[in-house]
């Protein structure tokens, strides 16, 4: 029986395109994480935590096989760190026109994020990194500083972990540990220190 | 069954006991031989060491010693409630990890009302974590028509190190060490059918610090 060759040669293409669209899958990641109410004094003043549409819908590619939709995570987590270190806090989505007299304005943005298995470290975790920058405008919208900060997250090992499950546990944990860091520190930064000092006001974040 | 038959049984049955034991060793500190004072109303969490790069003390042992501890007179908080109702103090970039570190935590009144409101009393830090060492031996398995099997023999050894350190909360102070060290081969056989034996380290490290913990607090 002599086969129709047009025909033979569509179904090896098509069980060809088949293997390579399974190979080439993109694991997509959105993580889970909802800081607890973090125990710390918030200093009195007021700022606005901007985060806009980009920083609000972020999703990247740490690699071809991983996407990480990371918006909806990161800007819960930072609403809820900023609450909690600063009395008088609104969050934007836009940069407003004006500030109030002493009065800050936060703009976090994402620069980059790393992501590690396994089969390419030789460890037994997979691991996330997350490196982010504050941008601090003072009340005349004028930008007094960058300041970057990384965080990272790990799982604990991988077994019985699917790469999808073990990166979103691993970005879960680098979102506490950003906010970690971010309680921790934030009050710390030499510029926005010195900023406050030349301010005349008692109303500035932070005095 | 020939007594021949029953000998065979027995001394495999008792091959693969031996196989699947495991030696633990259990070592400890204590600053005073009297047992660890604890009120009906206090209670104890046990934290697991998470800042080293290339391991952490995993959930499941913290959890399985809770287990052990937690009884009549000594009231365990989970561990992860404890981390989310003090965060971030307890994550692994910040949670302290001397005395002197804990004494300056425990200075932050707000940290302090945290703790009061959980009634804890002793914080118990476990580190350590259960290795395995690359398998030797070999082994083998195909399937053809006519059934398949494997064959051959591969064994691997397996250790489990923890240390758990108790700090008493209101006294800021040291109370104990304990250490545990755990080691076993376990086995797979391959007659046919591959037969697994599998050293229970982890558990038995378990065992053994759950059981010292609890004779800490109970005496």
Sequence with gaps: MRGNPFKLGSLVLLSVLLVAAGCASVTSVTPTTALPTPVAEPHPGSAVLLLDEQFRGEQRNPNAATQIDLGAAHSAAFATVFNALIEQLIVADELPESLANGEILIRPRLREVQVAAPSETYLNVYEVWLKYSLQLYNDQLEVIDEWFMPAYGKTPDNFMLSRGNAIQRATDTALRDIGAKLLIDFHRIPSLAQWRSSQPSAAVVGQ | ?219
């Design chain 2, 1 to 219: 069954m020939t007594i021949r038959a029953r000998t065979l049984a027995l001394n495999c049955a008792l091959l693969w006991l031996a196989g699947c034991g495991a030696t633990t060793t259990v070592d400890e500190y204590r600053s005073s031989n009297q047992p660890i004072a604890i009120d009906a109303s206090e209670t104890v969490a046990i934290l697991g060491r998470r800042d080293a790069g290339h391991y952490e003390t995993d959930r499941e042992f913290v959890d399985c010693i809770g287990a052990k501890l937690a009884s009549s007179t000594v009231q365990v908080v989970p561990e992860q409630k404890l981390i989310d109702a003090i965060y971030p103090w307890f994550e692994p970039r910040v949670a302290p990890k001397t005395l002197g570190r804990l004494r300056q935590l425990l200075d932050n009144p707000l940290v302090l009302a945290r703790i009061n409101a959980l009634q804890l009393r002793y914080l118990i830090w476990v580190d350590g974590s259960t290795e395995s060492a690359q398998p030797s031996g070999s082994m083998s398995c195909a399937i053809g028509p006519g059934g398949g099997g494997c064959f051959g023999f591969a064994q691997w050894d397996k250790s489990s190190i923890y240390e758990a350190i108790v700090w008493d909360l209101r006294d800021r102070t040291e109370r104990g060490r304990v250490r545990v060290d755990s080691q076993g081969t376990s086995y797979l056989i391959g007659a046919v059918a591959p037969i697994p034996m599998f050293t229970p380290v982890k558990s038995d490290a378990c065992a053994g610090l759950g059981e010292q913990l609890s004779d800490y607090f109970e005496g």
